[in-house]
Every structure is written in structure tokens, then in C-alpha cells.
């Protein structure tokens, strides 16, 4: 009889130690079955959405379309950020339009210059230019089909005379 009374002193001593864990669970159950629900279903719906991107990257073939794309262009430290080259670009235009009080030295070395910042937008872009290649009407020529291109690509740009805005389509 003495063990099993001292079985039984063990299990009231034990039932009133948890005693506090118990009512704890039980002013606590909604709140503890809540988060149990809540991660069940966000784990369900980050699982469907790699679902569904899996499957879309199937249906779209997404790595053919990204393969040749070399990455480390963009991780380079002297490459200028697009929004900045758009802004060299409205505010060396303007000053190449605005510019006729100038001497033909400022001139041609604001044109230079535009036309560096041209050919970084289309390095950046993937455009093909050739305004290195080309002098005189065939340049200028050049340099405005590569506005346009720049222009259908988003880049919004100063128009071929002042106080018009820029249409290609």
C-alpha cells in the first residue's frame, strides 16, 4: 500500500502542478487553434502560388527567354543608372536646342555629349546604334531614329525643335 499511495501523491502532485498549464490551454484555445489555421493556410497558399508560378514558367519557357541575358552588365560599379541617363539626356537636349547663342565649340561638345549619354541608354536598353560610325546628315539622321527608338522604349525625350514634344510611334 505504500507505493501505491505514493503513486497517487505523485499523480495529485503532478495534476495540480499542470493545473495552471490546463486552464491556460483552455482560456487559450481559440487564440492557439487561430495560429495553427492561420499557418495552415498561408503555408497552403505560398505552396499555390509556386505552384503556379512553376507552371508558368513552363507554359512561357522563361529560362529560353532569359539565357542569353548576361547578368553581371547590370552588378557593374561604372554603369550609370538608366534614370540618370534619361535625365543627362532631357537636360543636354535642351541645352543643344536652346544653345544658339553658344559658340560652335560649346556646341559640339554638348552634341558629344548627348550623343555619349545616346549611346550608353541603348548599351543599357539593347538597342543597336551606330552614331560612332557616322558624320554629318547620316549621324544626325541616326540620332534620331535612335530618339525614337529610346522614345518607343519609354524614354521620354526633348523634341527636334523647342517648345514641340517628341512623337514616334
Do not use: K
Not at 499523480?11 to 495552471?20: D, E, G, R, T, Y
Not at 483552455?26 to 487564440?31: I, K, R, T, Y
Not at 525614337?148 to 517628341?166: I, K, N
Amino acid at each position: 500500500m505504500g507505493v501505491e499511495r505514493a503513486l497517487m501523491l505523485a499523480l495529485a502532485f503532478l495534476a495540480v502542478a499542470s493545473l495552471p498549464a490546463a486552464f491556460a490551454l483552455l482560456f487559450c484555445a481559440d487564440e492557439i487553434i487561430d495560429r495553427v489555421v492561420c499557418g495552415w493556410s498561408e503555408w497552403r497558399e505560398r505552396r499555390r502560388e509556386r505552384r503556379t508560378i512553376a507552371r508558368l514558367d513552363r507554359a512561357i519557357e522563361a529560362d529560353a527567354l532569359t539565357r542569353d541575358i548576361d547578368l553581371s552588365e547590370f552588378d557593374r560599379t561604372d554603369r550609370r543608372p538608366l534614370e540618370q541617363l534619361a535625365a543627362d539626356l532631357r537636360r543636354l537636349g535642351g541645352q543643344r536646342l536652346g544653345g544658339n547663342a553658344r559658340s560652335m565649340v560649346w556646341h559640339g561638345a554638348v552634341l558629344q555629349a548627348y550623343d555619349d549619354r545616346l549611346r550608353l541608354a541603348c548599351r543599357a536598353l539593347g538597342i543597336t546604334e551606330h552614331l560612332t560610325e557616322l558624320s554629318g546628315v547620316d549621324q544626325q539622321i541616326e540620332r534620331i531614329r535612335v530618339e525614337g527608338v529610346l522614345h518607343a522604349a519609354g524614354l521620354t525625350l526633348p523634341a527636334a525643335r523647342a517648345g514641340h514634344r517628341q512623337r514616334h510611334r
